[in-house]
């Protein structure tokens, strides 16, 4: 008797088909959905800042009007979405703008869970540890390049900052041993300061800029020190960035305690606009062309 032309499976086969279904129906669906690069939604300003790097612009992000205090440049065009706080976006509106991705900074924000029942996700650091978070920033942009196909742009971007980097250094050959002083009025009280394992920091070192800073950081590179601090910074540039905040600069540019800083007496402090410290490659570049301006020579 011949075969029949459509033998019965075994248990087994069975078993192992149904198994295997499930595993199989996934990889070919991550397979045939490509990530859209105009519906990522970037819920921290890192993130953002990658984007933008790539020449993308973001479907939505977290705490517009905070950006432009803190961050400033580049833009956001009026067309990007607010989705509420950095620390607590509006998951309900996430769900309804169904995004390709969303981006955050790790660890930061909603768990990586929750974001994952809405899109696929891709956190990012701001610092692995090795105090060097401009190259980590390099190595962020490179990633979320090939996540969205863009490689070529995340090179070419990275090679203009080189270039860039270079072009701006010898303006402060000058500078010597001269020592600047990077600060952020929090409160009447106490300023933030930026000094080692601060994205800032790298792009001193890279421009050839001494830091008056050598006291204690976090890991982000920044620490909140109470103003009667500053009345130890002797023979330094201070360059302070605003936020928004002229009301509470002006009382306290008004006190005794800051008309007696070494730096006030010697005409050597300078408020410049917002640099977001916490940021990438664009927030270097933008620091540096600030940095040049205020205490760099002519082009």
Not at 129 to 146: C, M, N, Q, T, Y
Not at 185 to 209: I, K, P, T, Y
Request: charged letters at 20%.
């Amino acid at each position: 008797m011949s075969e029949p032309l459509n033998p019965p499976i075994s248990r087994r086969q069975l078993l192992t088909a149904l198994a295997l279904s499930p595993l199989l129906f996934r990889t070919d669906l991550a397979q045939a959905a490509p990530v859209d690069a105009g519906r990522v939604v970037a819920l921290e300003w890192l993130p953002v800042e990658l984007l933008l790097a790539l020449g993308v612009t973001p479907l939505a992000v977290a705490d517009k009007n905070n950006y432009r205090a803190w961050v400033g440049e580049p833009e956001l065009p009026d067309s990007v979405i607010d989705v509420g706080l950095r620390t607590e976006p509006n998951l309900e509106l996430l769900t309804q703008l169904k995004p390709s991705l969303i981006i955050y900074s790790a660890g930061y924000g909603p768990s990586p869970e929750k974001m994952a029942r809405i899109a696929p996700g891709m956190g990012f650091n701001f610092n692995d540890g090795s105090g060097k978070p401009l190259s980590v920033a390099r190595r962020s942009l490179i990633e979320l390049g090939e996540k969205l196909n863009m490689q070529q742009a995340a090179q070419d971007h990275l090679a203009a900052f080189d270039n860039f980097i270079a072009g701006m250094k010898p303006r402060f050959a000058a500078r010597g041993e001269s020592p600047v002083l990077l600060m952020t009025l929090l409160d009447s009280r106490h300023a933030l300061l930026v000094g080692e394992n601060s994205l800032f920091q790298e792009v001193m070192d890279l421009l050839g800029v001494k830091n008056a800073w050598h006291g204690e950081t976090n890991f982000w590179g920044t620490a909140v020190v109470g103003l009667e601090r500053l009345a130890a910074v002797k023979n330094a540039d201070v360059i302070c960035f605003d936020h928004n905040n002229d009301a509470e600069m002006a009382k306290v540019m008004a006190t005794p305690l800051w008309q007696a800083m070494p730096f006030v007496r010697q005409h050597r402090f300078q408020r410049v606009p917002a640099v977001w410290l916490y940021g990438a490659t664009l927030s270097a570049m933008n620091f540096t062309k600030i940095l040049a301006k205020a205490v760099g020579s002519a082009a």
